[in-house]
């Protein structure tokens, strides 16, 4: 993998893949770690409501903080992946990660869970297996 990437131009925005090439979410942030002397090294990409609130203003990372937690759907608000979990980087951002398990599709549990498993034949085809 490339060592030296032109972050928002190619990372900024792009999708995220989790080891089973499933979509986990856009990249809506990224975190540097600046050390006094050192080169800023990339630590985490980030994606959530509130990293990509922050980009339209303070008011409405506020906002979307708020929303976040009033629904508590996820246990932190951000997700956050590791630099050293991206396993290749283009125009998708694959990342060694299994994302079923992790925060990333807690509002798909969430809505599966309150919304569409209400729903009558739902999962009928889960219960002929």
């Given at each position: 993998m490339r060592k030296h990437f032109l972050l928002v131009r190619e990372l900024l925005d792009?999708?995220?893949v989790d080891a089973e090439k499933r979509n986990i979410g856009r990249i809506d942030g990224i975190a540097i770690h600046v050390a006094r002397g050192k080169q800023p090294r990339v630590t985490h990409l980030e994606s959530g409501a509130p990293i990509l609130a922050r980009r339209l203003g303070r008011r409405w990372e506020r906002f979307a903080a708020f929303m976040?937690?009033?629904?508590?759907?996820?246990?932190?608000?951000?997700?956050?992946v590791p630099w050293a979990k991206v396993t290749k980087a283009g125009?998708?951002?694959h990342v060694d990660i299994d994302g079923v398990k992790s925060d990333?599709?807690?509002w798909e549990h969430w809505?599966?869970?309150?919304?569409?498993?209400?729903?009558?034949?739902?999962h009928e085809h889960n219960e002929e297996e």
């Open positions: 792009n999708q995220l976040t937690r009033h629904f508590g759907v996820r246990k932190n608000p951000v997700f956050r125009i998708d951002v990333a599709w807690a809505l599966d869970d309150h919304l569409i498993g209400r729903l009558p034949f739902a």
